[in-house]
């Protein structure tokens, strides 16, 4: 399974955006086995974990920042991972990227795997 991110673009400061999430290539497999994250990567800085959800669906992980702005869900029908992006601010201007968390969102270590093409989100006026 390989994936890739979709539905960044330029927005306000306070503004919102839905990132999605999705198979590159048609497989007999779907998103709903696997805990799926987002990650971004801010302009000159290091990858940062931002959301992941477990393959039970329950208590996602959400980092700091962007706990009670941010909201990450399924579409199993769709076969989709959307990020909800709410009052976005400035510092969330990055690439964001989703991926397979091979740990099931532990959250000492995402880790994420499976990742594809990211998505530019820029906040700005």
């Known amino acids: 399974v390989q994936l890739q991110a979709s539905g960044g673009g330029l927005v306000q400061p306070g503004g919102s955006l839905r990132l999605s999430c999705v198979q590159s290539?048609?497989?007999?497999?779907?998103?709903?086995?696997?805990?799926i994250g987002w990650f971004r990567q801010p302009p000159r800085k290091e990858r940062e974990g931002v959301a992941c959800i477990p393959r039970s669906d329950e208590n996602p992980y959400y980092r700091y920042s962007v706990k009670g702005r941010f909201q990450i869900s399924r579409d199993n029908a769709k076969d989709t991972v959307y990020l909800q992006m709410n009052n976005l601010k400035p510092e969330d201007t990055a690439v964001y990227y989703c991926?397979?968390?091979?740990?099931?969102?532990?959250?000492?270590?995402?880790?994420?795997?499976?990742w594809g093409a990211g998505t530019l989100v820029t906040v700005s006026s």
């Open positions: 991926g397979i968390s091979v740990t099931d969102c532990a959250r000492d270590d995402l880790g994420f795997d499976s």
């Open positions: 290539s048609v497989t007999f497999d779907t998103l709903d086995n696997y805990a």
